[in-house]
């Protein structure tokens, strides 16, 4: 790539870094969170269910990336992201936890879909896939640091408080974003128009990309957002709970479960990098499909299987998960037009967050009825598979240039 597109590449990938760190911190250290705030087992669900209703806020907050640019929301939600996070160390009822991590997640998902905006928008058409999944795959070293301080949770002051309090390092880093993060070209192209024409409907117009999306393709959004929405509800339990799940149901300890993130997990995000390099040689839609397809099967082995092969089906539940978010991700921003695709990732967000918000009540729901964790998680997974079929419902994008799937209205 030139050098221009590796240096957007590398901040994106350095901003989602820290944002999968914080994504990490609630699922490995929720037995102690839980502990420390006094929730009940029965009420982990309902709670975490509370943390996504985030989702809300960033799906109201991504069409601004198509008002007022990508860079400077990405640039919102870095500082966002990271005083959320500080704050919730010091929070002291499960309460308080909910509402600042709401707010935190509210701008983790904004940087994260502005930054599938950004790379889909500046990469060629021939390495977009590869582009995304590299910034899946390497994002997720923020996890592997969130799972290296986890190891040590019980030794760090203050415990898991510890561990939000470092995810405000990204505020140190804001100087070199700011003045490193350009805006991308086909967004200063459509803008530069838009002022050419007085067609720009002013900062509140924040609902017209999405009403014009939803609009101009009906078909392609619905079945965007209903796969987006089956791997959510199917796949936020087992991700969510799997920490909690080791430690109660296997007697493992905190350094076994960052061990097994470290070992399998950072085997199973090379998912990433294969779904966008197989994406763009064959296609995106054979990829997604059989991601999603197998994932009910590394889900279910997991949670059912002996205890032997834990580490095997994890590997192959971050590989499959992670393959199918690249691939939905990449057709998110690809089938829309450039003064639509900020609103697209909203829409994304906001289907997948009631997803989130439905699959951990389903499981608060099945606890209560006396059902076991692992058998409610892997009966939710089962729905994983019918979002394989929706992505057959869509064009295919693989090595096609962005004007050429779709057109400005």
């Given at each position: 790539?030139?050098?221009?597109?590796?240096?957007?590449?590398?901040?994106?990938?350095?901003?989602?870094?820290?944002?999968?760190?914080?994504?990490?911190?609630?699922?490995?250290?929720?037995?102690?969170?839980?502990?420390?705030?006094?929730?009940?087992?029965?009420?982990?669900?309902?709670?975490l269910a509370g943390v996504r209703v985030g989702g809300f806020?960033?799906?109201?907050?991504?069409?601004?990336?198509?008002?007022?640019?990508?860079?400077?929301?990405?640039?919102?939600?870095?500082?966002?992201?990271?005083?959320?996070?500080?704050?919730?160390?010091?929070?002291?009822?499960?309460?308080?936890?909910?509402?600042?991590?709401?707010?935190?997640?509210?701008?983790?998902?904004?940087?994260?879909?502005?930054?599938?905006?950004?790379?889909?928008?500046?990469?060629?058409?021939?390495?977009?896939?590869?582009?995304?999944?590299?910034?899946?795959?390497?994002?997720?070293?923020?996890?592997?640091?969130?799972?290296?301080?986890?190891?040590?949770?019980?030794?760090?002051?203050?415990?898991?408080?510890?561990?939000?309090?470092?995810?405000?390092?990204?505020?140190?880093?804001?100087?070199?974003?700011?003045?490193?993060?350009?805006?991308?070209?086909?967004?200063?192209?459509?803008?530069?128009?838009?002022?050419?024409?007085?067609?720009?409907?002013?900062?509140?117009?924040?609902?017209?990309?999405?009403?014009?999306?939803?609009?101009?393709?009906?078909?392609?959004?619905?079945?965007?957002?209903?796969?987006?929405?089956?791997?959510?509800?199917?796949?936020?339990?087992?991700?969510?709970?799997?920490?909690?799940?080791?430690?109660?149901?296997?007697?493992?300890?905190?350094?076994?479960?960052?061990?097994?993130?470290?070992?399998?997990?950072?085997?199973?995000?090379?998912?990433?990098?294969?779904?966008?390099?197989?994406?763009?040689?064959?296609?995106?839609?054979?990829?997604?499909?059989?991601?999603?397809?197998?994932?009910?099967?590394?889900?279910?082995?997991?949670?059912?299987?002996?205890?032997?092969?834990?580490?095997?089906?994890?590997?192959?539940?971050?590989?499959?998960?992670?393959?199918?978010?690249?691939?939905?991700?990449?057709?998110?921003?690809?089938?829309?037009?450039?003064?639509?695709?900020?609103?697209?990732?909203?829409?994304?967000?906001?289907?997948?967050?009631?997803?989130?918000?439905?699959?951990?009540?389903?499981?608060?729901?099945?606890?209560?009825?006396?059902?076991?964790?692992?058998?409610?998680?892997?009966?939710?997974?089962?729905?994983?598979?019918?979002?394989?079929?929706?992505?057959?419902?869509?064009?295919?994008?693989?090595?096609?240039?962005?004007?050429?799937?779709?057109?400005?209205?």
């Amino acid at each position: 790539l030139p050098p221009a597109q590796m240096s957007m590449l590398g901040l994106v990938v350095l901003g989602s870094f820290f944002e999968s760190y914080d994504l990490s911190l609630l699922t490995s250290a929720l037995k102690h969170i839980s502990e420390d705030l006094r929730i009940d087992e029965k009420q982990m669900g309902t709670y975490l269910a509370g943390v996504r209703v985030g989702g809300f806020l960033a799906f109201a907050l991504l069409p601004f990336a198509d008002r007022v640019g990508r860079r400077p929301m990405f640039l919102l939600s870095l500082v966002g992201m990271s005083v959320g996070t500080l704050a919730t160390a010091l929070a002291q009822t499960p309460i308080t936890f909910v509402l600042l991590q709401m707010a935190t997640r509210g701008f983790l998902l904004t940087a994260a879909g502005v930054g599938v905006v950004m790379l889909a928008e500046e990469l060629p058409a021939e390495h977009r896939g590869w582009g995304l999944g590299i910034l899946g795959a390497l994002a997720a070293f923020g996890h592997g640091l969130g799972a290296l301080l986890f190891g040590l949770v019980d030794l760090l002051p203050f415990g898991w408080r510890a561990l939000y309090a470092i995810g405000a390092v990204p505020l140190l880093a804001l100087p070199l974003f700011r003045r490193s993060l350009r805006e991308t070209v086909r967004f200063t192209a459509h803008r530069a128009q838009e002022d050419a024409t007085g067609s720009g409907g002013g900062l509140f117009a924040w609902s017209q990309p999405l009403l014009a999306m939803l609009r101009a393709h009906p078909g392609r959004a619905l079945a965007v957002g209903a796969a987006g929405f089956l791997l959510a509800l199917g796949a936020i339990s087992v991700f969510a709970f799997s920490s909690y799940f080791l430690q109660t149901a296997h007697g493992w300890e905190p350094w076994q479960y960052s061990l097994l993130l470290l070992t399998a997990g950072g085997v199973g995000v090379v998912g990433n990098v294969v779904a966008g390099n197989l994406g763009d040689r064959y296609g995106r839609r054979a990829v997604g499909f059989a991601a999603l397809a197998f994932y009910p099967v590394a889900a279910i082995s997991f949670d059912q299987g002996p205890g032997w092969l834990l580490p095997v089906s994890f590997a192959l539940i971050v590989f499959t998960s992670s393959a199918a978010d690249v691939v939905i991700g990449a057709f998110s921003a690809e089938l829309f037009p450039t003064s639509q695709r900020g609103a697209s990732s909203g829409l994304l967000t906001l289907v997948r967050t009631v997803g989130w918000i439905a699959g951990l009540s389903l499981v608060s729901g099945g606890l209560g009825g006396d059902f076991d964790l692992p058998r409610v998680i892997s009966g939710l997974a089962l729905v994983v598979a019918i979002a394989a079929f929706c992505l057959l419902l869509l064009p295919e994008t693989g090595r096609r240039e962005l004007e050429t799937l779709s057109h400005e209205t």
